[in-house]
């Protein structure tokens, strides 16, 4: 949560941010790792579940690799639909990975099932709802995620190996 918060914020000088994260030890480290960057002043922290923070009407809203490890994700991106400006956008960054097994038979597919199955799906389980998405939702899945969530557009904004960048607006 600290990492991405402070590469933003030293990118776009004239933006502030909002970390927001449920584990409140996180949270302490991020504003120290904020406060030594010297950017407190622009980069806050709040401890608060994905449905539960109270700031409103954010440009962006950023779900850094961890949409698909939370019990309630359609929750968590309707209430993050409700925090946004009517323009606002919400980036998700998500494991890469197809949206079938077949499209997943390979080696970053494997490992990521791997971890899926070990860590991403009993962690999802462990929450109220426990959708459990797992490592290996892809694309369409995370599609009708935000359909249910009240967002109408969804778009592949990129890709790495690695990596799923997707973009969902109002």
């Known amino acids: 949560m600290a990492r991405p918060s402070i590469v933003m914020a030293k990118a776009y000088p004239n933006s502030r941010f ?23 002043a622009r980069v806050s922290f709040t401890t608060a579940t ?27 991106a309707r209430h993050a639909r409700q925090a946004l400006k009517d323009d606002g956008t919400v980036l998700l960054v ?23 199955t070990m860590v991403c799906t009993p962690n999802s389980l462990s929450q109220e709802v426990g959708l459990a998405l797992g490592a290996q939702a892809g694309e369409a899945r995370l599609a009708r995620v935000f359909a249910e969530a009240g967002f109408t557009r969804f778009r592949r904004a990129t890709e790495t190996p690695f990596n799923l960048i997707l973009e969902a607006r109002k």
């Open 50 to 76: 994905a449905q539960a923070y109270t700031e409103r009407d954010f440009d962006l809203i950023c779900f850094f690799d961890c949409l698909h490890d939370m019990g309630d994700p359609v929750g968590a």
């Open 94 to 116: 998500e494991p890469f990975a197809g949206n079938n097994l077949a499209e997943n038979s390979t080696p970053v597919g494997r490992l990521y099932y791997a971890a899926s």
């Open 18 to 40: 909002v970390g927001i994260d449920f584990h409140a030890p996180s949270v302490e480290t991020a504003r120290k790792r904020a406060a030594d960057a010297g950017l407190g």
